[in-house]
């Protein structure tokens, strides 16, 4: 089996904003209209409200042209998932195009603030029959299975909290494996916790946050999956 990265997502968290269901249409207007933006619309042409489970607008979705690719901008969080086909060069767009434009254009511009958590997702597809993953999660219990999800999470608390009154950092490991007879898929997401709240966004070290998760995905899920990146 091989396994192949498919998906880069990036989410930065803030406290609920309930103005956000009424400026969401002004923020997209404004990034697709933008010259200089990684959204315009020669890329970016489609987009929809989100509702929540009553139905309600929390807020839009920017689609691109091959539905790929997708910017969320809603009452909790503000969220980039970009195809790929490579790492690297996925996580320098991410801190170099994409991020400077967002943290300015949407945070600042509209004066979004109090952030509680950023997260980056890498989704794979596996290629081939999953029983060998089966048998790997199973200790050979079970070697055989149609369908099946497996997910768990695991909690680390950030050195600075442990010498820092008040201050309740932590970082957070999410692992999903899916499958079915066709698809064989495996998420790392990798998650930091702010406690209390960071007020402004341009507080928050995002390219060192990035750097350390793709370090985390190399050194703990990689590996624990018993597979290398392909390059």
Not at 18 to 25: D, K, L, N, S, V
Not at 128 to 143: A, Y
């Amino acid at each position: 089996m091989e396994l192949n990265i498919k998906k880069i997502s990036l989410g930065i968290r803030h406290r609920r904003t309930f103005r956000i269901p009424e400026i969401a249409g002004g923020i997209i207007d404004h990034i697709v209209h933008d010259d200089g933006s990684p959204f315009n619309l020669d890329y970016y042409e489609k987009t929809n409200a989100i509702l929540d489970n009553a139905g309600e607008n929390k807020g839009r979705i920017l689609v691109d042209k091959g539905g790929e690719n997708s910017l969320v901008v809603d009452v909790d969080s503000v969220i980039l998932n970009l195809a790929t086909e490579d790492i690297d060069s996925t996580l320098k767009e991410i801190k170099e195009k994409y991020l400077p434009y967002i943290t300015k254009n949407i945070h600042k511009e509209f004066n979004v603030k109090n952030f509680n958590r950023i997260g980056v997702v890498y989704e794979y597809e596996i290629t081939g029959e999953p029983n060998h993953l089966i048998s790997k999660l199973t200790n050979n219990t079970f070697s055989n299975a149609q369908t099946g999800l497996f997910r768990f999470s695991s909690k680390e608390i950030d050195q600075k909290s442990q010498v820092m009154q008040k201050l309740l950092d932590y970082k957070n490991y999410l692992v999903a494996i899916g499958f079915d007879e066709d698809t064989l898929k495996a998420k790392f997401d990798y998650q930091f916790y702010f406690q209390p709240e960071i007020g402004s966004v341009g507080d928050i070290d995002f390219n060192g946050f990035i750097d350390e998760s793709k370090s985390k995905l190399e050194v703990k899920f990689l590996p624990w999956l018993n597979y290398e990146e392909q390059k």
